[in-house]
């Protein structure tokens, strides 16, 4: 059997660094209160006419060039965005074309937070099934702008970035110890509960962008739920044990999610790759944004066993398990 191996990862966030204190300067909130409820001290915002594209083709040529793997030799490119540049075609497309990528196929997939999750499972069966071998998968958004900026129970939350990691098919050899790739990926979704985060736009309804809209409370207490019994999920299907995972990356939405996550497993929490302070909430860019930081400074090596995970919208759920 075939597997995806990650070979290499790239990442891009905006100049603009917008601080706490400058939120505060304009909203009834303080950096405590947001430092205290969620762990953000800070997020990238990106530049007038700096569009999600722009994102995600930097973040991509990163981690093509981590890689060494030429743009024309990607056979699928999967972009997990809910911020599109437009409403079609797929914003992947234009990334193919200005990363000069003149074969294989593009496409996006919106499932929110948990996208690049999502965009893992496609990617793994693509590879499986000997449909692709290299493999290029990115997460990229620019959330500033379905932002409402009066709102600051959402938009203190929420911040603009791009990752991306480039995977090849390589034969395994059936032994989820020293296999290397995506091991298991798991996904889920549950649209009774639409209401609880969404954009209160769209083409067939409002024919607006529309703004978030998040029943925050609500949100936490399902994430704790559903990604405990997703990160079971996902370790019993590749035979291995929580005592086996070496790190944990979750998505990065909030600071007390990510410790529940890590109190979960057994996890220290210098096993756990948290960039929550300095990024905030890039919903689908922020995982792959979070392994490219931690395989760039070291954290992560090869054979160590990585567990990501992230909860969306819609609800949508999910998680992976990785051999580095």
Known sequence: MLRARVIGCGSYLPARVVSNAELARRLDTTDDWIVSRTGIRERRIAADGELTSDLARAASADALRAAGIAPSAVDLFVLATSTPDNTFPATATRVQAALGMTNGVAFDVQAVCSGFVFALAIVDAFVRTGQAKNVLVAGAETFSRILDWQDRATCVLFGDGAGAVVLRAEEERGDPKTDRGVLSVRIHSDGRFHDMLYVDGGVSSTQTAGHLRMAGREVFKHAVVNLSAVLDEAIEAAGLTLGDIDWLVPHQANQRIIDSMADRLHLPYEKVVSTVDRHANTSAASI?????????????????????????????????????
């Open 288 to 324: 792959p944004l979070a392994l490219a930081e931690a395989a760039e400074d070291g954290r992560i090596q090869a054979g160590h066993l990585v567990l990501v995970e992230a909860m969306g919208g819609g609800f949508t759920w999910g998680s992976a398990l990785i051999r580095w």
